[in-house]
């Protein structure tokens, strides 16, 4: 009984108060999304920062006249909020939105520090793999270390690509669709209540009604948070290949490399490995109807024709 009448009172509280509780909700959202960018270096500095010997390692200068220098290949005005770090990771990573305060954080990969085919920088540093060290004088060791090592243009496309995500408030599309998707599933979910007349009806009809567009607003977010995920990487892979010749190269380069080393991955990982990565190299879906970035054979392909297109 008692029980009941909470729940009476929690309804009658929600129906009463329903458009001020959506509005703190899709804040909160957005909130909750757009914190790790609204103060990068206390989020993905921290995650993704490279140590050595117990210290944050520091970007070596040659990185870091490269960075300053895709700035201003990109067409960046306010290089000054643009910071780069020494990245605990095999490609590039973001974070930040350049117009507030904090600005945008990338992390460049130690593993861009490596120098000709005998891979300093990387084979200096140990790589562990199923509990066990990658020996890189063996078959495996060496296709790893060759799909690790860039070459220059390789390295400012990986850069830059992050650098145009950025530019496209990425982190601001994504933080904003999940409350976006909450206030359309609610909005289509009333309007749908009264064109069908279910306010005047049981109330466990219009329960089972809200439990199902719920759930097809969960459906909802998934596809639509892929598709956006999607439209970003290609834009991104586009308009840093459009800059320039040898940055389209890069990007042909780059995305070689990466299904390379996936390939690898797949050998060393084992049963985990296979279940991960494609023959191919690319990523298999976590969940089966999802696929939250582009394949990167498509954006490879997307590469080729911008290059045919715009670089004949």
């Excluded at 959506?22 to 500095?45: D, E, I, K, M, W």
């Excluded at 320039?244 to 060393?268: C, H, M, P, Q, W």
């Amino acid at each position: 009984m008692m029980t009941n009448q909470i729940f009476k009172k929690l309804t009658l509280f929600g129906s009463k108060h329903r458009v001020k509780l959506l509005a703190v909700s899709c804040g909160g959202l957005f909130a909750t999304n757009a914190f790790c960018h609204v103060f990068p270096q206390r989020t993905y500095g921290k995650l993704y920062q490279a140590w050595s010997k117990g210290d944050p390692a520091e970007l070596p200068e040659r990185l870091q006249t490269t960075f300053q220098e895709v700035l201003q290949d990109a067409g960046v005005d306010s290089t000054q909020n643009y910071t780069a770090f020494a990245a605990f990771s095999f490609q590039p990573v973001s974070a930040g939105v350049p117009w507030l305060p904090s600005g945008a954080l990338i992390g460049i990969p130690v593993n861009f520090n490596s120098t000709g085919a005998e891979g300093q920088g990387i084979t200096n540093r140990i790589v562990m793999i199923n509990g066990r060290n990658v020996k890189w004088d063996s078959e495996v060791g060496k296709s790893l270390r060759e799909s690790l090592t860039f070459s220059s243009d390789a390295q400012r496309f990986a850069i830059a690509r992050e650098v145009m995500y950025l530019q496209s408030s990425g982190p601001v599309l994504q933080s904003a669709l999940a409350p976006a998707c909450l206030a359309g599933t609610y909005v289509i979910g009333v309007a749908s209540k009264q064109a069908l007349g279910l306010y005047s009806g049981p109330f466990l009809l219009r329960g089972v009604f809200n439990l199902a567009a719920a759930a097809v607003g969960f459906v909802g977010y998934f596809l639509f948070s892929d598709a956006l995920s999607h439209w970003l990487d290609y834009r991104s892979d586009h308009r840093t290949a459009t800059i320039s010749k040898n940055y389209a190269k890069g990007g042909i380069e780059f995305y070689d490399k990466v299904l390379a080393r996936n390939r690898t991955f797949r050998l060393l990982l084992g049963k985990q490995g296979m279940e991960m990565y494609a023959t191919n190299g690319n990523l298999f879906p976590k969940h089966w109807f999802r696929l939250k970035h582009a394949p990167y054979t498509s954006r490879k392909e997307m590469i080729e024709n911008t290059l045919n297109d715009c670089w004949k």
